[in-house]
T-cell receptor
Framework: AQSVAQPEDQVNVAEGNPLTVKCTYS??????LFWYVQYPNRGLQFLLKYITGDNLVKGSYGFEAEFNKSQTSFHLKKPSALVSDSALYFC??????????????FGIGTKLQVIP | EAQVTQNPRYLITVTGKKLTVTCSQN?????MSWYRQDPGLGLRQIYYSMNVEVTDKGDVPEGYKVSRKEKRNFPLILESPSPNQTSLYFCASSSSGPGGSQYFGPGTRLTVL
């Protein structure tokens, strides 16, 4: 069975500082990993994904994430946080090597608060 | 504009009264899925569909039904809603293949009294 862990319920960071939102995963095969963001009273929006290739992937709004196979992690990062980045962030995984890759497992979400 | 629409956006109902939440996408996506979002539990997948007439259970399918008669529509049916189905529901779609990123609808907030 596949699973995703987001160990922090909330991350607080000062505006202008770098931010990291953590995600670890467990799958039987090679993972497809995603980050989504949810602003208040809105649906989720896709930020970035790792499928294969370069371990550092870049996405929307200046976000990037680093895939680390040995640590089974896919942490979301941004060099300089903005107040407008304050939102709920979800990590998600698909296992393409399993017969049920259509199943998508999300983490419980991490609330990012950027303090002016 | 590429989008996923859901209706209604808000619904208050009573236990046992059948309801349907509609979902429609205009991107010709093969894959569609329903999730529920609950505090402390994140998003959990209810049902998904790989294409017309192809559906399968997610992690929390009990108490729900779906159908996929047309590619663009994927309604969620609660035949006898109960209070534990009070939640925020999201529909999503994506192109086929495990690498497809999902487009989400705006959500339906359901309260079952």
């Amino acid at each position: 069975a596949q699973s995703v862990a987001q160990p922090e319920d909330q991350v607080n960071v000062a505006e202008g500082n770098p931010l990291t939102v953590k995600c670890t995963y467990s799958v039987s095969g090679n993972p497809y990993l995603f980050w989504y963001v949810q602003y208040p009273n809105r649906g989720l929006q896709f930020l970035l994904k790792y499928i294969t290739g370069d371990n550092l992937v870049k996405g929307s709004y200046g976000f990037e994430a680093e895939f680390n196979k040995s640590q089974t992690s896919f942490h979301l990062k941004k060099p300089s946080a903005l107040v407008s980045d304050s939102a709920l962030y979800f990590c998600a995984v698909r296992d393409p090597d399993s017969g049920g890759y259509q199943k998508v497992t999300f983490g419980i979400g991490t609330k990012l608060q950027v303090i002016p | 504009e590429a989008q996923v629409t859901q209706n209604p956006r808000y619904l208050i109902t009573v236990t046992g009264k059948k309801l349907t939440v509609t979902c429609s996408q205009n991107m010709n996506h093969e894959y569609m899925s329903w999730y529920r979002q609950d505090p402390g539990l994140g998003l959990r997948q209810i049902y998904y569909s790989m294409n017309v007439e192809v559906t399968d259970k997610g992690d929390v399918p009990e108490g729900y039904k779906v159908s996929r008669k047309e590619k663009r529509n994927f309604p969620l049916i609660l035949e006898s809603p109960s209070p534990n189905q009070t939640s925020l529901y999201f529909c999503a779609s994506s192109s086929s293949g495990p690498g497809g990123s999902q487009y989400f609808g705006p959500g339906t907030r359901l309260t079952v009294l």
